[in-house]
């Protein structure tokens, strides 16, 4: 379709029915070919402003190609004639009518064809689901959409919007009995008070849901509900009321009752399959309550005691719900619910024990017990559950845990301690949860040598809160989870030494220590390194799509890496130095292998009240700090550019978040947001001496820009940070502010290949050697002993040529189960090569001249 020619205008159409995606691709198309004119507009919605003022769209496309340029006297003289452009030039035009086109003399046409089913399902389900196919339990109505939508993209991106779902449900039902409230399946709000205030419920009405906040007590009585005997589902909420309340704060659960209390024979529906209602005043569920085909129980804020009185045998039962039942002192015995799945039970402050034979709940996924302050044990583990994938007991009084627990939770994903104070320290026993991505252990007042260095065998482990904690060190195994993205140290006052961290690391938070050792060994420079070289990998790769998934559980999403820091504590010397401000991309970077991308470092601290005059009315703040490249066109007038970056003072409030962000733009190009990092911390919110001197260091490399933007032709990056106001006015003023390019010849050459799949620079001998696909280079590495490989067992070449200082092998080297060449030639202090202990079958070449080996292992034959 681009196959245009050189010495003429071009005009390209694309036509197509109204929400197929004309304006879509041709943005698409301007966004990719824009920077090769001098000059570039692109008008949208030209049909519906066309009708008022055509003189304003002249004055804006002008505007777009002449920007910069004062004199718009040319507009008198701008006609529809194409030949009036420039030769080369190129117009893209969009129409629902082919005639249209065909009149303007379009040299190109395009029709835009409709989604087939497959695709039109899948465009749906990125939308609605964020994955490719349906969710199952809405695979027919999702077919059904498809169908309306009759292949259009515009129609599929508006069916996924829920309010919009949500209206054309009800108007469907509404329209069963447009003048009979009582007549209909279901009823909403206004129309489900009416009929519970009037006594208008009948048999038909199989479904009311009633937002309580909006309207008068209602006061119940027995039989509100006797005329409705076939009600399935019914929904007495409070918006969004429960979903705001943190456990974890001061709250007036009281005010969470409803007001009016129903009378104690109250009778539901027996046919009730969901039931949900806030605030549900009696102390149990009725005694003539028998909803055998009930599944969904949800009883927010209640006045329950206890559940249900009796035995009674709840077989369909999936999902109980009992947040913020501050009465609550007991729940049901497994026996009555066999087949529950989710069980939650938040800021239930009276419940001290779970049942014993909560291991029988063999289909149990969820359990949240979070801010349960009472609860002081949790019940041993008999057998295997095999289902559970989160358990939450944040905020209880648990001190020790039963070692059963972790034998029998193989499949846990997500465990959170966070806030329960009791438990000072970490049981090893926790090192066979081989499953977990997510351990939150913030707040626990956990000592020194209360984190088990075995904590190195959560080898799937993706994020590791351990916030305002009391230990001085974590154990330096941690450096071995190499699947490790988020590490959360904040707060950890007493922390005084953060070691080698996994290549994995994305976001190092340690923002509010206070270490007294200096800034090198705080944190080793190299490790941050290393994680740079591997976020390169992971983009070349095209595996990050795998690390950062939508399925994923991390709280981190962004691409870069983000570090967190007291201070300047473990900033490396190179960015902070003076050279960081005044930055030049270099020409053709896209191409450029030595350059692999940009540090942004940022230095914020706190403001006295009196230091500084904030208007309260301000509130919205930003600071932009741009750095830029000599354009293509510039460069014929001057040889060079020095761009310097305009690093402004910047006073700004955060209001429980600090946020940087990047924008990438070019001439004649609209800017794009590209979001870094988001910072959440309590201590923004807290008029205390909590916060102090803090920098971020933000990594951004070079594949992460061309995966979004190929082209080369974007000049200027500029990092935005921003805040708002808190609670209490705290004010912050950006210190100092850097943008630092990162050349190959910055980076350690100890560090600068470390990670095995890293191709940031190969020695001759390896470029030469194309058998192995993934290989470590170490040439000339200053190292005494080989550093920790992530996915050791992914490796197969590993080069040590000429590592003058390096003196040994590890004996792990038997777990490069995929080695099959091995050079240590010119290593001239290696003395000796370590024992075998398991077969290496794939092995092949093992280079060993220049060594001081004197004895080999007797595997090998040299």
């Known amino acids: 379709m681009m196959n245009t020619e050189l010495n003429k205008v071009n005009v390209i159409g694309i036509c197509g029915t109204g929400g197929i995606g004309k304006t879509t691709i041709a943005k698409a198309i301007y966004n990719e070919i824009s920077y090769q004119y001098d000059g570039s507009s692109f008008l949208r919605n030209m049909r519906e402003r066309s009708k008022g003022d055509i003189l304003q769209l002249q004055k804006e496309l002008l505007h777009g190609i002449l920007k910069g340029k004062d004199d718009l006297t040319q507009l008198e003289y701008l006609a529809e004639e194409k030949d009036w452009f420039d030769v080369k030039s190129t117009i893209i035009i ?64 508006l069916l996924d919007m829920h309010d919009l779902i949500q209206q054309m449900g009800r108007e469907i039902i509404r329209q069963e009995c447009p003048e009979d409230l009582g007549r209909r399946s279901r009823v909403w709000d206004s129309d489900a008070y009416h009929v519970l205030t009037r006594n208008m419920g009948t048999r038909a009405i199989e479904g009311l849901f009633l937002d309580i906040c909006k309207f008068d007590p209602i006061q119940f009585a027995k039989e509100s509900f006797k005329q409705m005997d076939r009600l399935r589902l019914l929904k007495i909420h409070k918006g969004d009321e429960y979903d705001l ?174 806030m329960s104070s009791k438990l000072n320290k970490i049981p090893i026993d926790i090192c066979c949860l081989s499953s977990l991505e997510v351990l939150d252990l913030s707040h626990c007042n956990i000592m020194e040598g209360g984190i088990p260095s075995d904590i190195c065998h959560l080898s799937s482990l993706k994020e590791l809160n351990l916030k305002s904690n009391d230990f001085r060190s974590i154990p330096a195994t941690i450096n071995q989870l190499s699947r490790l993205q988020v590490l959360n140290l904040s707060h950890c006052q007493n922390l005084q030494h953060i070691p080698e961290l996994p ?207 190929p082209s080369d032709q974007w000049p200027y990056i500029v990092p935005l940070f921003e805040g708002f106001y808190n609670t209490f006015k705290k004010a912050f003023k950006v210190e100092e502010c850097k943008v630092r390019l990162i050349y190959s010849q910055d980076l350690p050459p100890t560090t600068q290949t470390q990670d095995a799949h890293a191709d940031v620079r190969r020695c001759s001998e390896c470029q030469q050697e194309a058998t192995c696909r993934w290989r470590g280079c170490f040439k000339d590495s200053d190292m005494k002993e080989l550093p920790i490989i992530e996915n050791p067992s992914e490796l197969d070449g590993l080069c040590l040529r000429d590592c003058k200082t390096l003196k040994s092998l590890p004996s792990s080297i038997c777990e490069f189960k995929s080695l099959t060449t091995l050079s240590c030639s010119g290593c001239s202090q290696l003395e000796s090569f370590p024992e075998i202990l398991e077969d290496m079958v794939v092995f092949q070449k093992l280079d060993l001249d220049g060594t001081a080996i004197k004895r080999y292992p007797h595997q090998f034959s040299v």
């Open 245 to 418: 309340i943190s456990v974890f704060g001061s709250h007036p659960y009281e005010k969470l009752f409803y007001e009016d209390c129903l009378p104690r024979d109250f009778e539901f529906s027996s046919k009730l399959t969901y039931l949900h209602w806030d605030g549900y005043s009696l102390e149990s569920l009725p005694t003539n309550f028998h909803a055998k085909d009930l599944v969904e129980l949800i009883l927010r804020g209640s006045n329950i005691k206890q559940l249900w009185r009796g035995n009674k045998l709840h077989n369909e039962l999936k999902v109980i719900n009992l947040n913020y039942s501050v009465h609550l002192t007991e729940i049901p015995d497994f026996s009555s619910v066999p087949n529950l799945e989710i069980l939650t039970l938040e800021g239930c402050v009276k419940l001290e024990c779970l049942p014993r034979g909560i291991y029988k709940w063999k289909y149990l996924q969820t359990l949240s017990c979070r801010g349960c302050s009472k609860l002081k044990r949790f019940p041993e583990i008999k057998g295997n559950m095999r289902k559970l994938r989160e358990l939450d007991l944040s905020g209880t009084a648990i001190k020790v845990l039963p070692s059963s627990l972790f034998e029998h939770l193989k499949a846990l994903e997500i465990l959170s301690f966070r």
């Open 94 to 157: 969009t129409s629902r009518d082919k005639q249209v086109l065909a009149h303007y003399g379009v040299h190109i046409s395009y029709e835009v064809s409709k989604f087939n089913n497959k695709e039109a399902i899948e465009l749906f389900s990125l939308w609605a689901f964020k994955q490719n196919l349906p969710k199952e339990a809405y695979k027919n109505l999702s077919y059904n959409m498809i169908e309306y939508a009759d292949g259009l993209p515009l129609a599929l991106k």
């Open 503 to 709: 290549s994995s690391l994305r976001l190092l938070d340690a923002h509010g220590s206070n270490p007294t050792s200096s800034r090198a060994s705080f944190l080793p420079v190299h490790s941050l390194v290393n994680c740079f070289n591997s976020e390169i990998q992971d983009l070349n790769c095209s595996s990050r799509n795998e690390v950062w998934s939508e399925n994923s559980v991390s709280t981190y999403g962004s691409k870069g890496i983000c570090i967190v820091l007291p201070g300047s504590s473990g900033v490396p010397e190179w960015i902070m130095d003076d050279q960081g401000i005044a930055t030049e991309l270099p020409q053709n970077w896209n191409q450029n292998n030595e350059f692999l991308g940009f540090a942004l470092c940022c230095v914020y601290v706190p403001l006295d009240d009196e230091s500084e005059d904030v208007s309260e009315n301000e509130s919205d703040n930003r600071s932009e700090d741009e750095s830029a490249h000599t354009s293509e066109n510039e460069i014929d007038d001057k040889s060079k550019n020095d761009s310097v970056a305009e690093l402004s003072e910047y006073v700004f409030t955060p209001s429980c978040r600090l946020k940087c962000s990047l924008k990438i733009c070019g001439d004649n190009i609209t800017l794009v947001d590209l979001p870094l990092y988001e910072s959440s911390c309590f201590c923004y919110d807290q008029d205390n001496d909590s916060v102090s001197r803090q920098t971020w260091v933000i990594w951004y490399s070079k594949a992460a820009i061309q995966e979004w933007y």
